[in-house]
């Protein structure tokens, strides 16, 4: 059960504020998630949801690629609720099983590709100790190019916060959804 009353609509916010609830309506269909808990503070979940459709629709890094990351960063925080929505999202984007597989078991990096390899080193240093090291810097900068890999860090903490929001604020993973290991 939530903390606070999950925002679930229209209803639950004042009129002044009903134009953010249709952003996020147009974005996701629904209030749900974290957006459940940002929309108790309209004018940052206004701020939030542009970074959705930034990652969406105009962001350089490919939807799979961005998927490794976001998946990698969103197992350390153990967001079920996140991960959830966003095995969704990579299988949209046609990240293989075995990757997404891997991640959910928190597993060795070596059976991926390089690139993909490179993407969860950097995430789950990031993750884990807010920093990562130069060798894992450079190998993505020197493959992408540096606003790239601006892109992808911005991804990878932009879903961490989400993870920080559902997680002080219990807020459940749907039952339909994918799980994380007990």
């Given at each position: 059960m939530p903390r606070v009353a999950p925002i679930t609509g229209k209803a639950d916010v004042a009129p002044e504020h009903h134009h953010v609830v249709d952003e996020v309506l147009k974005v996701f269909g629904g209030v749900r998630g974290p957006f459940s808990m940002l929309l108790h503070s309209p004018k940052l979940a206004e701020r939030v949801i542009k970074l959705v459709t930034f990652f969406r629709d105009d962001?350089?890094?490919?939807?799979?690629?961005?998927?490794?990351?976001?998946?990698?960063?969103?197992?350390?925080?153990?967001?079920?609720?996140?991960?959830?929505?966003?095995?969704?999202?990579?299988?949209?984007?046609?990240?293989?099983?075995?990757?997404?597989?891997?991640?959910?078991?928190?597993?060795?990096?070596?059976?991926?590709?390089?690139?993909?390899?490179?993407?969860?080193?950097?995430?789950?240093?990031?993750?884990?100790?807010?920093?990562?090291?130069?060798?894992?810097?450079?190998?993505?900068?020197?493959?992408?190019?540096?606003?790239?890999?601006?892109?992808?860090?911005?991804?990878?903490n932009y879903f961490g916060m989400l993870c920080g929001i559902v997680n002080a604020f219990d807020v459940a993973a749907p039952p339909d959804g994918d799980k994380l290991p007990a």
């Open positions: 962001s350089i890094v490919v939807d799979q690629l961005r998927s490794v990351g976001i998946l990698a960063a969103v197992r350390e925080r153990e967001a079920a609720y996140v991960w959830s929505a966003q095995v969704g999202a990579a299988k949209r984007n046609g990240l293989d099983e075995s990757v997404i597989d891997l991640l959910r078991a928190k597993g060795n990096p070596d059976k991926l590709t390089e690139e993909q390899r490179e993407i969860v080193v950097y995430a789950r240093q990031m993750m884990r100790t807010n920093k990562v090291d130069q060798a894992a810097f450079d190998a993505l900068q020197k493959r992408f190019g540096t606003q790239w890999l601006i892109e992808m860090t911005a991804a990878i």
